[in-house]
Nanobody, 114 residues
Framework: QVQLQESGPGLVKPSQTLSCSVSGRVASSTYMGWFRQAPGRSREFVAHLKWGDGSTNYLDSVEGRFTISRDNGRTTVYLQMNDLKLEDTAVYYC?????????WGQGTQVTVSS
């Protein structure tokens, strides 16, 4: 059973990192990633990393600013966020996209102020 636990800042500086602790067995076909949901908007994909080969993919608006990665022990997934913008304010969710379902973390608030 995969379980995810996010940690990260609330009010953020221009650059911050979110962490997602991963427990349980993760299949190589799983995509570990981040989604976000801003007030009044639907949840959207931000970035993911394929567990098997480490390949990554990003939402166009964060490409070049955000970086998803994992530690060598494969117990933590990170989202390094640089050049944060007001529109990045949202609740960020860690997620594991498996073949048949998603596993979600509880979410962590990221607020970017001017």
């Amino acid at each position: 059973q995969v379980q995810l636990q996010e940690s990260g800042p609330g009010l953020v500086k221009p650059s911050q990192t979110l962490s997602c602790s991963v427990s349980g067995r993760v299949a190589s076909s799983t995509y570990m990633g981040w989604f976000r949901q801003a007030p009044g908007r639907s949840r959207e994909f931000v970035a993911h990393l394929k567990w098997g080969d480490g390949s990554t993919n990003y939402l166009d608006s964060v490409e070049g600013r955000f970086t998803i990665s994992r530690d060598n022990g494969r117990t933590t997934v990170y989202l390094q966020m640089n050049d944060l913008k007001l529109e990045d304010t949202a609740v960020y969710y860690c997620a594991a996209r498996r073949v048949l379902d998603y596993v979600w973390g509880q979410g962590t608030q990221v607020t970017v102020s001017s």
